[in-house]
Nanobody, 116 residues
Framework: QVQLVESGGGLVQAGGSLRLSCAAS????????LGWYRQAPGKQRELVAN???????YYVDSVKGRFTISRDNAKNKVYLQMNSLKPEDTAVYYC??????????WGQGTQVTVSS
């Protein structure tokens, strides 16, 4: 099992920045990738960004150039630096661990609200 705890959400004006953090614990060696999903009201949960053990990253098109995912393996943490935030970025952001065998672990979610 992997436990994930997010922090760093909040309310920010459009154009502002936030940094999300996620601390992983438990079966760390079973993790292949760490990432962030988000879910806005009435919408499906979507993958925002992830980072694999190799260091390779993926970003959804809507956040490219504005968000940066990074990982501190020594601290078992993953971060999402979000710049130039837009109202459409408003959502609950979930930390996600992709584990061996295709299993997933999820954090409890943190609210990000961007006001116009």
């Amino acid at each position: 099992q992997v436990q994930l705890v997010e922090s760093g959400g909040g309310l920010v004006q459009a154009g502002g920045s936030l940094r999300l953090s996620c601390a992983a614990s438990g079966s760390i060696l079973s993790i292949n990738a760490l990432g962030w999903y988000r879910q806005a009201p009435g919408k499906q949960r979507e993958l925002v960004a992830n980072i694999f053990n190799s260091g390779n990253t993926y970003y959804v098109d809507s956040v490219k150039g504005r968000f940066t995912i990074s990982r501190d393996n020594a601290k078992n943490k993953v971060y999402l630096q979000m710049n130039s935030l837009k109202p459409e970025d408003t959502a609950v952001y979930y930390c996600h661990a992709l584990r061996v065998g295709g299993m997933s672990s999820w954090g409890q979610g943190t609210q990000v609200t961007v006001s116009s």
